[in-house]
Structure formats: structure tokens, C-alpha cells
């Protein structure tokens, strides 16, 4: 016996060196392993591209689960002999890591503008660089079995590629355009935001019921309505049917008389307040809708950094947070103010990086047309053929309702459709400088002849997209970039197939694209999965994946999500330092099932740790009591008792590889847990002690290579769940060829 087994299981003496081992073998690379004949060339595929994790700091525990469920995916294919690729990288997460490095220049009494872009952007560069390399290693010690020859990162040249490449096609096409629509500015940050990065805060306030001439409106904000004109109500209220679309009316309002004019919209909540309500088109999503259905002029009340500007008069050049007492006091002067409503509970919109107040604005920027039609030339869209006319949101919709894409649990699906089907134009434009800068060039407004030239100035170029700085073809003026960067979802959302080599047509592309399943978080199934399908459909004319897998949050043991300000959360490199990653990957996939959060306890880790412990003491045993013994797979002459065992490990192993399939780990973990827990080491070893002692030499025979084949089959079953301890079994294992467990073949029963 190995004299390892003398002492208990160390993880720490052990990951790290096993990890290695796995990484030089180079059988993480499905390309090596077909060229050692671990796989054959005509092999099935199985192929994953990992949730980028962004480049900020450190993963968490949901990064943990993640890691854990995709590593029992991959290890088990791997094992089954498909060519296998699990592709990592990282997420460039412009937004959260330039705000990151804000605040760290913050406590050195500077900013991004004194150090100007070009420093600033190493600053940021730097500090992404840091950040991945931590990742990295904690992706490691988790035992993540990852091609790292192929790893990605959204910003870097092969991403710039595919981005351009992608943003001038959808430009081309005019499914990308720069125009005035309503967006989620943050003050503080002074960009546009995309809905993630939206944090709703629950706010108690009062709620203000105006006159508005013959009409009482609710409102929260009341220093936004200085610029309402239009009352709006929905044509069925019967309350309201003497008032005509279009009627106007003068009134009494904030600054003084002014002609309002009536709109009807469906849009309007007749059960709410009092049925009628003024509208503010350019600092709500909803206004704005009724504004552009009915033409209406649009007035901007508050500027970027949410100060009242001169439409508000006296109160011009004030923060809104400020002005709202003063206002409500003017509107109470003129008797205008028919009650206040005090505890009034709603949400507010905060950025989630600075936690400044979202200030919904019209801005230019520029977008995605996901209504707009367009051909798509090539198409393997289920119901939308090649040469057809359709629209972004169409092809996002098909996919998932005509079963190419499978959603894992099914009941997202509704979330999904719900989502889709209400998607407006997405914006893409950021106002920072970290990420892709957007590859659109302006013509400077004068055009300047070339001199001894009489070219026709009126052919000028004025927006050209463009790699690299363009030169005009009929005069000297020059061109300068759009300042802005796009949204980090644009970027990501070309991941399954950017990752690949598109857009050169590459072998991996054709070889491992659409990817078997993507397996990510239920929180960002609208803002990246939608994204992708959304990608790939248009610039593929194919799907990402096949299979959506779900998993949930991590909560803490009381079911409370985890957050450094309540000081609940768990570590998972303390947690692979103290119990192993063995102990951490199994507390996070025992009793989830997908798409369920999950509750996690330093206790609950603590106690899969004691499950790593009697695996290596089972091994032991079996390995103590089988020293005079080879194992032989063909062997043939066991007893009746003996016989039986075995069929019943292979109705299990039948059983968990169903499960596995299916996606049901949580199971699969379970049945392992109980079998080796309960049924070898409570019974079968038990057995085993008398046996070996008092039973003829064909049953003791019999029993040793019984214990020797549950022992190997449980190690492979085992594996994509805890591999390090059962590859460092596996290393002790009386056999006379074997190889890495991390490429053994999976049982066949």
C-alpha cells in the first residue's frame, strides 16, 4: 500500500501538485487529447465557453458554483470521449472596472481627466491585468479544467476584431444607428447605463396631488413637471369623455399660465390615482413612449448632472434633491397643492457602480434596431428561412419557441419571451473610456479644398466607419472619433462564436460552434444570453448554444444574500485553503437543483470535507486488504453475493449517468454521497471484514476484486465531482495500465 495512506487526506498538499500534473499533461486541449488518441477524430463534441468573469477583483461564490457545474460538464464529456472544449476568459466589465480605478485614483488626490486617456487607460489596463491573474489562479484552485492555450478576454486584439467587424455589418445594415432616444444617465458617472447595472433601491417618500387645472395629478417629482403641456388619459375612461384629443385648456401652473393640450393613450393605468396624469417625455421611458406615438414636443428640465435648468426660473442651476421642498412650497403658495401624502414606498433607479440617481435623459447615441427589417442571408432559424425578411427581435424569439435553444429550468423561458417581447432599441454607447471605442469618424463640419484640385466638396464623407483613421477623397479636412466606447454587452455577446476565430471561418468554429450548452446565472438572462442569441443569430445565421442551463445565487444559511456591508459572505479561497475544493464544489451542487438559490454555510463545507476523509479511508482499506492483488477487469468468478453487489453499483452508476444527462447533479452528488458513505463503507466494507478473514480463498478472491472494481468505478464517477482526491487515489490504484483519471473512460455499467 501507498505510504500516503498511512497519514489522513491533505488538500493542501495536494490540489496544487495534482492541478499541475493535469495542466502540463495538456489534456485540458481536446486538441491534444485527439493527437494522443484519448479522443477519436469522429468522436461526438462537446464544447462550453465560460461566463467571462469580469476584471475587477475576485470571484465570489456564485463564480464558485459556476465553476464547479460546468467543471462536472466538462470532466464528465472528457471522460465519455467526446472532444471536449471548455474555452475560458475574462470580461474587460468597462463600467465597473474604470469606476474601480476612479476610486483608487480618488484617494490619491487625482482623476482620469489630469492624468488625460492614454495614462489613465494603462492605469485601468493594469489593474485589469491584476485582477485576471487572480481569477485565474482562484479558477485553479477550484480545479477548473479549462483549455488556458485558448483563453480570451473581451478587450483584447482578436475581440477588437470581431467587434469592429460586427459593429460595421449592423451599420451597413442600418440595424445600427445614432439617434435621440430616452436612456438611464447616471449623474455621477456621466454615462449611459444599461439595465443591469441598475440597482433598485426601495424608497419611502411623499407623494404630491397637484391641481393641474380642472384635473388633480400624482406625482413623487415634482421638479420635473415644469415643462408639462400635454394631460394625458386613456380614451375608454368614461369619467373623462368630454374631453377631446387635442382639446386645450389653459391653467395656473408652477411658473405661471400656460395651454395644455389633451392626449388620449391606452397606455394610462385608469385604476391608478385618478386616471389622469401629465407627462415629462424627457426624464421617463413611459412619457417618452406617449410623446413619440403622439409627435409631442419633448423639453429637458434637469441637465447631466441633475441640476433644474432655466425652464425652472428661480430655481435654475439647483440640484433637484434640493429643490423639491422649495417648489412644493411655490406650487402651496399659488394653491396648487391639494394634499401631500406622507409614506409613500416605491423604488429608485441607482447606478450600481457609483450610486448616483438615475436621471432618465434623451440623448444621441447610438443603437441597436431590434424591430427594424432586414434579410438575413443565411439562416438555420427554425421557421425563418434563408433570403427572408425578419428583425432582430424575431430571431431572438424563434429560437427559443421553436426548441433550437432549450432553457434550463423551463419556467425561464416566460421570464425570456416576457423580456424579448418588450425589448426596445438597446443602447450601446458609453460616455467613459475604457472598452471599444466606437469606430465611427466625423468629417470636420467645413470642408477645405484641396489645393490645385477642383474636386466636389458636396462628395464628402461625413460618418465613415473605419478600423483606423480615414482620409477624405475630396478635401483636406480631417476626421476625428466618436468619443464614446460601447456597452461591454456588445463585446460579450459576440463570446460564443469571437472566441472561436470568427470572423475568420477557423477549424474551432466549425468544429465546436454552436456551442453544446451555456451554463450562467438566472440575474443575466436578459442582458447577456438574450444578447448572444441575439449576436449569433444575425451574424451566423445560427444559434450560440443549444441549452441554457440556469443555476441560482448563493445565499448565506439564512437565506440572505451575500454582501461585504452585511459581513456574510464566504470566501471561496478561504474555503478551498481550510476544507479543499472537493468539500467547496460539492456544498455548492448537493441539494440545488437548476435555477434554485442555494444556502451555504461554512458548516455545510465543513461537512463535505468528512466526505473526502472517508473516501481516502475507504481506499485504505480496500488498498490495505488488497495488497497481494491486481485488479482485473475480466474477472469473471465471483459469488453470488458478489455478483449482485456489482449489478446493483451498475443499476447505480446507470442511474447517476441518467441524472448527469439530464442535468440534475444535485441528484447525481447525492446518490454518489450515499452509496459511498452508506453502501461501501457502512455495509459492504463491513462485510467485507469477516469475509476476508474466514471465507475459502474463491471468495476472498471474489471480495478483493469486488472491492477493487466498486473502488475504480466509484473514483470514475466521482471524478467530475471531487477531483483531486480521487486522482490522487487513482494514482495508488493496483492496476497494469492506466492513465490520468482525468481521461479514464467513464463506466459502461
Not at 491585468?129 to 479544467?145: L, P, V, Y
Not at 397637484?210 to 420635473?224: A, D, N
Not at 454518489?672 to 458513505?677: D, E, K, R
Not at 477493487?708 to 483531486?724: G, N, R, S
Request: glycine share 6%; charged share 30%; aromatic share 10%.
Amino acid at each position: 500500500m501507498d505510504e500516503k495512506f498511512l497519514k489522513p487526506y491533505s488538500p493542501n498538499e495536494t490540489e496544487d501538485r495534482i492541478y499541475k500534473m493535469w495542466e502540463d499533461s495538456g489534456f485540458f486541449n481536446p486538441d491534444i487529447c485527439l493527437a494522443k488518441n484519448i479522443t477519436a477524430d469522429d468522436s461526438e463534441t462537446f464544447s462550453i465557453v465560460l461566463p467571462p468573469p469580469n476584471v475587477t477583483g475576485t470571484l465570489h461564490m456564485g463564480h464558485a458554483a459556476m465553476l464547479a457545474i460546468e467543471d462536472i460538464m466538462v470532466r464528465y464529456h472528457r471522460m465519455k470521449g467526446h472532444q471536449t472544449l471548455w474555452l475560458p476568459g475574462t470580461d474587460h466589465a468597462a463600467i465597473a472596472t474604470q469606476t474601480k480605478v476612479e476610486k483608487i485614483l480618488q484617494k490619491e488626490k487625482t482623476n482620469r481627466h489630469e492624468l488625460g486617456r492614454e495614462k489613465f487607460l494603462e492605469r485601468v489596463e493594469k489593474f485589469a491585468q491584476e485582477s485576471h491573474d487572480t481569477i485565474a489562479n482562484q479558477m485553479r484552485k477550484m480545479g477548473s479544467s479549462v483549455d488556458w492555450s485558448r483563453e480570451a478576454f473581451t478587450l483584447d486584439k482578436k475581440r477588437e476584431v470581431a467587434v469592429r467587424t460586427a459593429f460595421k455589418k449592423m451599420y451597413d445594415e442600418e440595424l445600427i444607428y445614432r439617434g435621440h432616444r430616452i436612456v438611464n444617465w447616471d449623474p455621477k458617472g456621466q454615462t449611459t447605463i444599461s439595465d443591469d447595472e441598475i440597482v433598485r433601491k426601495e424608497e419611502t417618500t411623499k407623494f404630491y396631488y397637484l391641481k393641474y387645472g380642472p384635473f388633480t395629478i400624482g406625482t413623487s417629482r415634482p421638479e420635473t413637471k415644469f415643462g408639462d403641456k400635454y394631460v394625458v388619459m386613456h380614451p375608454d375612461d368614461k369619467r373623462y369623455a368630454k374631453y377631446k384629443e387635442g382639446q386645450t385648456i389653459d391653467l395656473e401652473w408652477i411658473n405661471g399660465p400656460i395651454t395644455a393640450t389633451i392626449i388620449k393613450d391606452e397606455a394610462i393605468d385608469m385604476e391608478f390615482g385618478t386616471g389622469v396624469m401629465t407627462i415629462t417625455p424627457w426624464h421617463d421611458a413611459t412619457d417618452f413612449g406617449i410623446a413619440e406615438r403622439h409627435n409631442l414636443d419633448k423639453e429637458q428640465v434637469i441637465d447631466e448632472y441633475g441640476k433644474l435648468l432655466p425652464i425652472a426660473q428661480e430655481f435654475a442651476g439647483i440640484k433637484i434633491s434640493i429643490a423639491r421642498d422649495q417648489i412644493v412650497e411655490k406650487l402651496q403658495n399659488k394653491g396648487l397643492v391639494e394634499r401631500i401624502d406622507d409614506g409613500y414606498v416605491h423604488n429608485i433607479a441607482t447606478a450600481e457602480r457609483t450610486g448616483g440617481i438615475i436621471e432618465p435623459q434623451i440623448k444621441e447615441q447610438w443603437f441597436v434596431a431590434v424591430n427594424k427589417k432586414f434579410v438575413i442571408p443565411h439562416s438555420e432559424i427554425e421557421g425563418i428561412p434563408s433570403g427572408s425578411e425578419t428583425t432582430l427581435k424575431e430571431l431572438m424569439l424563434a429560437t427559443v419557441r421553436k426548441g433550437q435553444i432549450d432553457i434550463i429550468p423551463e419556467r425561464f423561458e416566460r421570464v425570456y419571451f416576457d423580456w424579448i417581447e418588450n425589448l426596445h432599441d438597446w443602447c450601446i454607447s458609453r460616455q467613459i473610456w475604457y472598452g471599444h471605442r466606437i469606430p465611427v469618424w466625423y468629417h470636420e463640419n467645413k470642408c477645405v479644398p484641396i489645393e490645385g484640385r477642383e474636386d466636389d466638396v458636396s462628395k464628402c464623407i461625413k460618418t465613415i466607419v473605419s478600423e483606423s483613421k480615414p482620409k477624405c477623397e475630396h478635401c483636406d479636412a480631417e476626421y476625428t472619433q466618436d468619443t464614446d466606447t460601447l456597452d461591454t454587452w456588445f463585446s460579450s455577446g459576440l463570446w460564443t462564436f469571437s472566441t472561436l476565430g470568427w470572423p475568420e471561418e477557423t477549424s474551432d468554429l466549425k468544429k465546436f460552434h454552436p456551442t453544446t450548452i451555456l451554463e450562467t446565472g438566472y440575474d443575466i438572462i436578459f442582458f447577456w444570453v438574450a444578447r448572444m442569441i441575439l449576436m449569433t443569430t444575425y451574424l451566423l445565421g445560427t444559434i450560440p448554444f443549444k441549452t441554457v442551463y440556469m443555476h441560482g445565487l448563493v445565499r448565506d444559511s439564512k437565506g440572505i444574500k451575500m454582501s461585504k456591508s452585511l459581513g456574510n459572505v464566504i470566501d471561496p479561497l478561504d474555503m478551498t485553503e481550510k476544507y479543499g475544493a472537493d468539500a467547496t464544489r460539492l456544498s455548492l451542487i448537493i441539494g440545488t437543483g437548476p435555477g434554485n438559490d442555494t444556502r451555504l454555510s461554512e458548516d455545510k463545507i465543513r461537512a463535505y470535507k468528512k466526505f473526502a476523509n472517508k473516501l481516502w479511508n475507504i481506499s485504505r482499506f480496500i488498498f490495505e486488504n488488497t495488497e497481494d492483488t491486481t485488479y482485473d477487469a475480466n474477472f469473471s468468478e465471483y459469488t453470488e453475493d458478489d455478483a449482485k453487489i456489482k449489478a446493483e453499483l451498475s443499476d447505480i452508476i446507470t442511474d447517476i449517468t441518467r441524472d448527469i444527462e439530464n442535468y440534475r447533479f444535485y441528484l447525481a452528488g447525492e446518490k454518489l454521497y450515499h452509496y459511498a458513505w452508506h453502501n461501501l463503507a457502512d455495509t459492504i466494507l463491513e462485510e467485507s471484514k469477516e469475509i476476508l478473514i474466514t471465507g475459502d480463498a474463491n471468495t476472498v478472491s471474489s471480495r478483493k476484486q469486488l472491492l477493487l472494481d466498486i473502488l475504480k468505478k466509484l473514483l470514475l464517477v466521482l471524478h467530475p465531482f471531487t477531483p483531486f482526491v480521487t486522482e490522487e487515489i487513482w494514482s495508488s490504484f493496483p492496476q497494469e495500465t492506466k492513465q490520468l483519471l482525468l481521461v479514464e473512460k467513464w463506466p459502461n455499467q
